[in-house]
């Protein structure tokens, strides 16, 4: 089943053309890699999904339904989760609460049962700290779930912030350069936890600089070039592609 | 023209004159550090205050006191960057902010010390025979304001948009880090930055004392006035400093002369609100995007 | 221990020692200080929730100190309510304006929301003057019936003593409730990014403004709590020194810890009192201190300590990790 499609997205900042008519389609399971040189419109893309931004024309169904335009909360409550290439955690608090942040979609406790810190608050502490140490474990960083997130290795927040994207349960999650920044031993643990998700089953957008990690993980590539799309299709089938050979060899 | 109207306007192009010089002196900071300075009331009060000793108790004529105290509270500008905000060991934004409340209120406190607590006040600077204008009685000393505020507001424009010091200034403020890559003396610019704030604000006191008496906590009320009207133009843009100035003056005298005057500054606060509701950047402020 | 068993402890504790000064100290002129420090514990702990938490500074909370203490003030005098009554309807109209000027200045950011708080408050406190039919102008409101359990009244400072740290206590509880809470860490999240986290499915709107209202119903009950205590009201006690003192208290205690509330209420508030030995240089002197303060203190003084507790318990965490 189709569970997450974009058509003909076009975005335009203060006349400047970021992305030209871009659509692709992604089924639930499926691994999307979506690479390019800097500034071919890759995370403008993924905002438009995540509803950071909105379009300037196109359109983006989710489950059949037209949500071009939600507000992000909204977007991640329907299940669209995201990490961010500049990692955004949360430094001052811990590891496992930075995790069981990601739980607030999955949690409904409102402004008054927390300041009185009702039975149903307690619970759903419980569950988000349960959760919260299950993803931990995935990530094999259970041992310090009560370290302040500062305190981690750059690689290690990087694993933290996925699994706060998880907490919540999301249908597709959205990963922006998870191995962006990362020394070589980071990034094969990187590949190695990205094969993982992949077992799990999770359907993923992935956009990444390191090539190889790509073609590894990913059932599909879409290729951005100045905002063009100039291919998509499985990994064999692009890295023959001519254009892409030329855009990255060539002209880029 | 109503003969009222057109003497509410006059009236109030020259309230917004005193705003616009003070915003201005704002927006210098900002345009270097990215924080609000609180102390800017003072050193207009301390301008004013400079001004009078020169005057009376050195005995100084016109020129070499008007350069002197602008020197002088140049230095203290310059003193407070070097000696408070650069020693802090934070720098975030809030804290720096906070310090400079706190020097805002040893600064007043200096000022009781040392002048007291009685009203200041000086003679006009040429006479105080009113003109008539368009049947409007203005005095000459509002002319002078209005005359001051226009060369501060030129030579600010130049200096940020055209001179090397004034980008670089600029640059430190956009990013302190890339700007020390490039050569630029941070420190340096910062302390320039609060020493030329310090002069503008003292050109104000200088300008003003003439027509309002002035006392010690006088800086408080028009340093928030100041601070309104460069959020109301656009932060940090000198352009906006002299909009969002002349705009509040004019809104505090038609609203006392139109519909009240006790309730002349809830009017102008009023207005001010609604304006940042519809445009949350000020007048000439542009949305900025968050980078994720 | 959870962080949140381990606040309530020492709640606790500092509540018991809070509790046992007077058996010690009866000393009415003290125990004024100490009461007007828990009023301002209660102001600063709900701003802490939305400075230190949510990241939105608001200098406007003198005005609904003021509101708080001018409508139950009001209804009490000239309708012959009940005080704890009164008390509840200036909380719920202060919450009702909160919210409605929440909604549209929460939107600000930086400098912008400095202002548009600022000229709240300057707004209230010009109203309080000129509308001396009401307000009583700048004298202000005398002769405020005080808070009575059956016949027996809160009429001292001793018997006020209990209330307002009651109140104040409370307050903390509840605010260490909520920052150990699904809401506390969506507020971290707004302090940190508001793209990260409405992508987290926050309503980071919703969240602001429902923290603002807590925040304002905390200063509307102190200001309840304080015309009733006092019995007296004027402008003055409002006015933007008030709010800029206590977001200073919210900093000097240390940004983005309730602790920090407790200290910073605690340090600055008897401050003026001490320095009026001082006379005329006692602004100066006041000045001094509050800018050194901030200087050397770049966590403020609960930071300096939670800052050395996490030193600590990391090591502890790291020799774990060995092992």
């Avoid at chain 1, 927040?157 to 350069?177: F, H």
């Avoid at chain 2, 927006?27 to 000793?53: H, P, R, W, Y």
């Avoid at chain 2, 226009?150 to 200096?159: G, N, Q, S």
């Avoid at chain 3, 003026?272 to 403020?300: S, T």
Wanted: charged share 15%; proline share 4%.
């Amino acid at each position: 089943m189709e569970l997450l499609a974009v058509k003909e997205i076009v975005k335009h900042f203060n006349g400047v053309k970021a992305l030209k008519g871009i659509s692709f389609s992604l089924k639930e399971g499926e691994i999307l890699g979506i690479i390019g040189p800097n500034g071919a419109g890759k995370t403008t893309l993924i905002n438009i999904i995540s509803g950071i931004y909105k379009p300037t024309s196109g359109e983006v169904f989710y489950r059949g339904e037209r949500v071009t335009g939600y507000p992000p909360h909204a977007m991640a409550k329907m299940g669209i989760a995201r990490t961010f290439q500049h990692i955004q955690i949360f430094p001052e608090i811990t590891v496992l609460e930075n995790v069981m942040a990601g739980y607030h979609t999955r949690s409904s406790s409102g402004i008054v049962s927390c300041l009185l810190h009702l039975p149903s608050v307690m619970k759903e502490e419980r569950a988000a700290a349960a959760k919260a140490v299950d993803l931990l474990d995935l990530m094999g960083l259970k041992a310090k779930a009560n370290w302040p997130a500062f305190a981690l290795p750059y690689g290690e927040q990087k694993k933290v912030v996925i699994a706060r994207a998880l907490a919540g349960d999301p249908k597709v999650l959205m990963l922006d350069e998870p191995a962006g920044g990362l020394n070589e031993a980071e990034t094969e643990e990187m590949g190695d936890l990205l094969e993982r998700l992949r077992g799990l089953g999770i359907t993923l957008i992935l956009i990444e600089h390191d090539i190889s990690l790509v073609m590894d993980v990913c059932h599909r590539i879409l290729v951005l070039h100045h905002g063009y799309k100039i291919a998509l299709g499985t990994p064999q089938q692009v890295q023959q592609d001519p254009q892409v050979i030329d855009a990255y060899l060539g002209g880029a | 023209m109503n003969q009222n109207l057109a003497q509410f306007i006059f009236s109030g192009t020259t309230t917004g004159a005193i705003y616009a010089l003070i915003a201005l002196g704002f927006c210098i900071v900002e345009n270097s550090m990215k924080i609000v300075n609180f102390a800017q009331g003072d050193f207009l009060t301390l301008g004013g205050m400079f001004m009078f000793s020169m005057l009376y108790a050195l005995h100084l004529s016109i020129l070499p006191a008007i350069v002197l105290s602008v020197l002088a509270v140049a230095l203290i500008g310059a003193a407070m960057e070097r000696f408070a905000l650069r020693l802090a060991k934070s720098k975030e934004t809030v804290v720096l902010v906070f310090i400079t409340i706190g020097a805002s209120i040893f600064i007043r406190g200096g000022i009781k010390l040392i002048w007291g607590k009685s009203p200041k006040s000086l003679p006009y600077f040429s006479g105080a025979h009113p003109i008539d204008l368009l049947g409007a009685r203005i005095l000459p000393q509002s002319l002078w304001v209005i005359g001051g505020t226009i060369a501060v507001f030129l030579a600010l424009h130049h200096f940020f948009h055209h001179t090397k010091q004034g980008k670089a200034m600029k640059a430190v403020a956009y990013d302190p880090k890339a700007a020390a890559l490039m050569g630029i003396n941070v420190e340096a610019m910062m302390m320039l930055s609060l020493a030329l704030a310090g002069g503008v604000g003292a050109v104000a006191g200088i300008l003003i004392i003439p027509i309002t008496t002035m006392t010690f906590d006088m800086g408080v009320m028009l340093g928030l006035k100041g601070f309104a009207a460069a959020v109301l133009g656009g932060y940090g843009d000198v352009m906006g400093a002299v909009i969002g100035g002349l705009l509040l003056g004019l809104l505090e005298s038609l609203g006392a002369g139109l519909i009240s005057s006790t309730y002349k500054d809830v009017i102008a606060f009023v207005v001010l609100l609604l304006v940042l509701f519809l445009r949350p950047r000020g007048i000439l402020g542009k949305e900025e995007w968050e980078r994720v | 221990m959870s962080p949140l068993a381990r606040d309530r402890l020492l709640l606790l504790t500092m509540g018991a020692m809070i509790f046992s000064i007077p058996l010690v100290m009866r000393n009415p002129y003290y125990l004024n200080v100490l009461n007007i420090v828990a009023l301002n514990v209660l102001v600063v702990a709900g701003l802490t929730l939305l400075i230190g938490y949510a990241g939105q500074i608001s200098l406007g909370h003198g005005g609904f100190y003021a509101m708080g203490a001018y409508i139950s003030a009001l209804l009490a005098i000239h309708l012959g309510w009940n005080p704890w009554i009164t008390t509840g309807i200036a909380m719920a109209l202060t919450g009702m304006i909160a919210l409605i000027i929440g909604i549209p200045t929460l939107r600000l950011r930086g400098h912008y929301l400095v202002m548009a708080t600022l000229g709240f408050n300057l707004i209230v406190y010009i109203l309080l003057i000129q509308l001396d039919d009401i307000t009583g102008g700048p004298s202000g409101l005398s002769r405020i019936p005080y808070y009575t359990i059956g016949t027996w009244g809160f009429t001292t400072d001793l018997r006020c003593y209990w209330l307002v740290w009651f109140f104040a206590l409370l307050g903390l509880f509840l605010a260490f409730n909520l920052v150990h809470s699904r809401m506390g860490r969506a507020l971290m999240a707004i302090r940190e990014s508001e793209v990260a986290a409405s992508c987290l499915g926050i309503e980071t709107w919703r969240c602001k403004t429902e923290v603002f209202i807590v925040s304002a119903l905390m200063a509307s009950l102190a200001g309840s709590l304080y015309a009733h205590y006092m019995s007296f009201i004027s402008p003055k006690t409002f006015d933007i020194f008030y709010s800029i003192e206590v977001v200073a208290m919210v900093i000097v205690g240390g940004i983005g810890s309730l602790w920090g509330a407790l200290l910073g209420s605690a340090f600055l508030t008897p401050l003026p009192y001490l320095l009026h030995f001082f006379e005329e240089y006692k602004d100066l002197i006041y000045g001094a201190i509050f800018m050194g303060v901030l200087i050397f203190l770049p966590q403020g003084l609960a930071g300096g300590l939670v800052k050395l507790y996490q030193k600590r318990r990391l090591m502890s965490q790291l020799k774990k990790v060995q092992e």
